[in-house]
């Protein structure tokens, strides 16, 4: 391709709502264009790398035996209402009426579609197992599009949903994806790490994020270097906390006592008034949920994980209550509640860390007081109802849920790809059932497999950049090699130029690999800057000055190495190159 005839401009300065480094160098190296908040066009070099990076996702998807298809973006809403999402899923969901006044929606995601369609064609155990994957073109309405192609309204997902007659059917198809997505990551030239992640309230028995790991990214990871434990935060479990130096004994004999903690309302106030660690202050807030209030009891010195909550909670949110729905629920002002006393009406859910606290402090339900030496089997649970439950966020150096002596380590992950085990949640709601060996009725069991084309994309750009533009892995350049002629005026440049750009083009295209040739009548400055941020793997220079040292030069972005090599061998050089940094 010449970029003389080629559409790809770049721009001295990134648009000002770019927060993060990839949106900032997409926006400058031309390769895509706001549209509309969250909305986007790929520009021909943008789409180049997402059409190569759905290559990649295409060939391993079918590797694993999945088969492609395509489906509709507009889907109606009464199988929306089938599968009880219409109610569920909130304003992210973009609902709009036909001139007939009939409701759909722009699909956010696939299940209802696939599961209607396979429940009309399969009968029977012997057409399964089934994967049936499509790339196509989504619609979610976050609440806060931003960083680009990273979270956008309008984005390109590839979607695949496994369909097996049992659960071991089930394990297998999810293995197999699981194994698919590390294929396609490594293809890409990224680094990545795979996470346990939350299931929500689909429920569900098993999900995995695969995460590249980038400064930028809006999931919070811990993980374990010992032994290779990884979770988003939003799921991730803990091992046994130290019990602290007071509050992990008896008790009391006597008793829970009221003391006066006069304008003591948080943890830290309480704790020094007092003098104990804030460890032994327990803490309950009060949420507003689906189903009523709640209260939520933890260690004071820790935060409650409001994901973990939701799901022992059920429905579909939840939010601190106000000072007035305190009041109502457990008589006192905000900051002074507690387990003691509360309403039974009030649900009452306390943090596995807290079970071996005795002889603790928490709020009275009383304006200024606190109670101490409290005990839950004493003074708690004699009275009403409680359930323990890990709701705890995770913390760096907590000790590691899963071997002893490891401790967590936080990092920060894009989320690029997410794989669900579904079970049959929506193969019952919908009746996509088949006939077991036995002529049974089932339903069949179903997996969902998402992977972000455009958050890949600029997860790529996260991790491959540097001051002067990005550094593209081999794989998703959008050209692998920029051809620059320096004076394209000069009739022995410019012919040498021509001379090596076809002879380029040959000997690339069998392997995969293109070339753009800048012939564009620009200043030499100009075509390095641009070669640089647009961030092509490997440049070959030709000019006045290189073919008087010998022929052309050729060099690596990522660390500017440079040779001059003979004109007819350039192609060897610049595909000894490419070999060598293919991934
Ligand atoms: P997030 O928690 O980031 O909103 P999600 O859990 O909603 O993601 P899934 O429903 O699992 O995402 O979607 C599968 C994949 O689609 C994600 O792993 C991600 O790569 C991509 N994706 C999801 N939402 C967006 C978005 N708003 N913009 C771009 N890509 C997205
Ligand atoms: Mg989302």
Known sequence: MRWSNYYLMTAREAPRDAEVISHQLMARAGLVRRLAAGIYTMQPA??????????????????????????????PAELWEESERWFKYGPELLRMEDRHGRRFCFGPTHEEVITDLVRRDVKSYRQMPLNLFQIQTKFRDEIRPRFGLMRGREFIMKDAYSFDATEEGLDRSYQAMYAAYSRIFEACGLEYSVVEADQGTIGGSSSHEFMVLADTGESAVASCAACG?????????????????????????????????????????????????????????IYETDDGLAAVAIRGDREVNEVKLLNVLGGLGLRLASAEQVAAATGGPLGFSGPVGLSPEVRLVVDESARPLAGFVCGANAGDEHLVSVRWDRDVASARPLEWADVMTAEASDPCPRCSGGVLRMSRGIEVGHIFKLG????????????????????????????????????????????????????????????SSLDPGDEAVSSAADGLYEELEASLAPGGFDILYDDRRERPGVKFKDADLVGFPVRVVVGGRSLRAGGA????????EREVVPLDEVPKAVLARLMGARV
């Open 46 to 75: 943008g789409w180049r790398t997402a059409r190569k990076l759905m290559a990649i996702v295409r060939r391993e998807m079918e590797r694993a035996g999945a088969v492609e298809l395509s489906m509709p973006a507009i889907q």
């Open 229 to 285: 434990y990884g979770a988003n935060v939003e799921r991730a479990e803990i091992g046994a906390l130290p019990l602290p130096a007071q509050g992990g004994g008896s008790g009391s004999g006597d008793g829970a006592r009221r003391v006066s903690t006069p304008g003591a309302t948080t943890v830290a106030e309480v704790a020094g008034m007092l003098e104990v660690d804030e460890a032994s202050v327990v803490k309950t807030l």
């Open 424 to 483: 049959t949640a929506y193969s019952e709601k919908m009746n996509c059932t088949f006939s077991d060996e036995q002529g049974k009725l089932r339903p069949a069991e179903m997996g969902c497999y998402g992977l972000g084309i455009g958050r890949t994309t600029a997860a790529a750009i996260e991790q491959g950049h540097d001051d002067d533009g990005i550094v593209w892995p081999v794989p998703l350049s959008p050209f692998t090699v920029v051809l």
């Open 553 to 560: 030069e050729v060099s690596n972005r990522l660390d500017g």
